[in-house]
């Protein structure tokens, strides 16, 4: 009995009093947590819930990914016929993403936009986030981020969409509008993926707006979370056999990163062969957009 | 406060929404709000009139609708030539709330004189009229953010404000009339 006892709060205890609080600040859009937990360093924002990790790293392995949808990600690798050469992310989180595709491809230019500055100078000191000249992060909104580069008309093979505030994705940033800016900016074959989580009524609306734009997509899953990257293309969406093909070539690469990238693909699903929401569903525009009024 | 609280729908898809948008947008309303206080107090010692009270309802409404029709047009026009978001958001909504604000301004303080007719009591109807006024930007401000925002767009919430006010206006215009005609009437009744 007392042996139980024991185990009971040692549970409860591991669980609990021995992650560390870091690093706390208040930035002018949330609350910025950085905390130690054994052998995990995660980001927070808001609330000191596991829910709301936006970021995590292993502090004696940086280089492997904690997330499954950082790891599903690199599903877009396998849309793409040749390396990338310009990664464009929006929202920065720790900047892990920004690592890993750094050493995966060294000669590619990515660029990192995060809206708040607290956010980049936490990366930077407590996640190893680097920037070089291939690797630049800047301040600004995503959304007028997007605007002034279709003016100048910049391209990126891979764009990756990956802003949050305290709730979910900002409205301006799901919207038909945003998209159609946002494809505006990939090459031919280009790549577009979003990470998102919505529920319930939002799940439809955001289904629907992102087919209105790109066309079909892929849904990547894992079932341990919610996470689901969408996954578009500005071309047509690749045949299974190139799928496989790529898988074989890329595994290798992507295991140091802790990604098992056949297992992913196993994952995909086609809105083609699978849509699970209805055609009359309204899409989300700058003029009607309750997104966050939705995920509830 | 419906308004004021669109804006920032408004503006986000050319402007983000960084706080700098709401600073933007408070400034404008609270710098329109203030002179159209001052116009609409200075309008109100001349010529006092339920028809001239009604106007100011109507260009309210008619000055509102450029939002509904050109607001992507004026927005790009500044997005081009401003880089800095934050100049770029306030010039924005300069453009697009300056004037109708400055003239729904205008309606505490005429309001104020058409209401009070005993000194003694000026006091107690600025009071009821900021409590109805106030109330009834709270009321606007939740109701647009919690429902209007979930079942209707944008333009179409603010075509509908507008129209209220439209309407309004029309009807102090017409009460006016009625009421004036109704005046000459019984003056000349006793005058046979």
Known sequence: ????????????????????????????????????????????????????????????????????????????????????????????????????????????TIENIEIDPAVIKVARQYFGFFENDKITSKVQDGRIFVKRAAMKKQKYDWIILDAFNGDYIPEHLLTKEFLEETKSLLTKDGVLSANTFSVSDLYAHESATYKAVFGDFYNVRNQKNSNRIILTSNNSLPSGEIIIERVKKLSSSLTPFGVDIAKISSNMTSTKEEQDWSDNTKVLTDQFSPANLLNQ | ???????????????????HIWGSIITVFMLSLSFGYLIGGKLSTKNVSLTRYGCIFLFAGITVLPITLWSGNIMEAIFISIEDSRYGSLAASMALFFIPTIILGMISPYSVRLLVTDKDKSGQVAGVLYFVSTLGSALGTIITSFYFVLFFEVNAIIFTFSMTLIIFGFIAITFDKLSKTKNENSTGAIHE
Not at chain 1, 4 to 29: D, G, M, P, Q
Not at chain 1, 74 to 88: C, G, H, Y
Not at chain 2, 2 to 18: N, T, V
């Open chain 1, 1 to 108: 009995m007392n042996k139980l006892f024991v185990i009971c709060l040692l549970v409860t205890f591991s669980n609990v009093s021995f992650a560390k609080v870091i690093h706390k600040e208040r930035s002018l859009y949330r609350n910025i947590i950085v905390e130690d937990n054994y052998n995990l360093r995660c980001l927070k924002f808001n609330v000191k819930t596991s829910k709301t990790n936006q970021s995590c790293l292993y502090i004696d392995d940086p280089q492997k990914l904690v997330f499954n949808y950082t790891k599903l990600l690199f599903s877009s690798l396998l849309l793409l016929d040749k390396a990338p050469e310009s990664i464009l992310i929006i929202g920065l989180g720790g900047g892990t993403m920004s690592n890993s595709l750094h050493q995966l491809y060294p000669q590619a």
């Open chain 2, 1 to 19: 406060m419906g308004i004021e609280l669109l804006g920032g729908r408004i503006l986000a898809p050319f402007f983000g929404s960084s706080v």
